[in-house]
Nanobody, 116 residues
Framework: VQLQASGGGSVQPGGSLRLSCAASGIFFSLNDMGWYRQAPGKQRELVATINSVGRTTNYADSVKGRFTISRDNAKDTVYLQMDSLKPEDTAVYYC??????????WGQGTQVTVSS
């Protein structure tokens, strides 16, 4: 499996970014997907997940009401819309296939920096 995350950048607090992750090498529409993040000196943490058909989503408490996960199975792509960004959202963001078989497949991630 290959996971190519993009869309990161530097924004001011309160700003927005939309991350994309294109997947290949899997039957994308059959797999739940997730976004994770890892800040410097911290462990990687779950941000949001979405089921295979896009009807069920779950979010970390820290991003509820600010982030929205979605997917386009026709494009084998999962998205993360991030609004009202805070400095504590600064991290490298990774997408992930939520299946044990792919547990070690992370891709290169995309850097998000929130700073004034």
């Amino acid at each position: 499996v290959q996971l190519q995350a993009s869309g990161g950048g530097s924004v001011q607090p309160g700003g927005s970014l939309r991350l994309s992750c294109a997947a290949s090498g899997i039957f994308f529409s059959l797999n739940d997907m997730g976004w994770y993040r890892q800040a410097p000196g911290k462990q990687r943490e779950l941000v949001a997940t979405i089921n295979s058909v896009g009807r069920t989503t779950n979010y970390a408490d820290s991003v509820k009401g600010r982030f929205t996960i979605s997917r386009d199975n026709a494009k084998d792509t999962v998205y993360l819309q991030m609004d009202s960004l805070k400095p504590e959202d600064t991290a490298v963001y990774y997408c992930h296939v939520e299946r044990t078989y792919y547990s070690n497949n992370w891709g290169q991630g995309t850097q998000v920096t929130v700073s004034s």
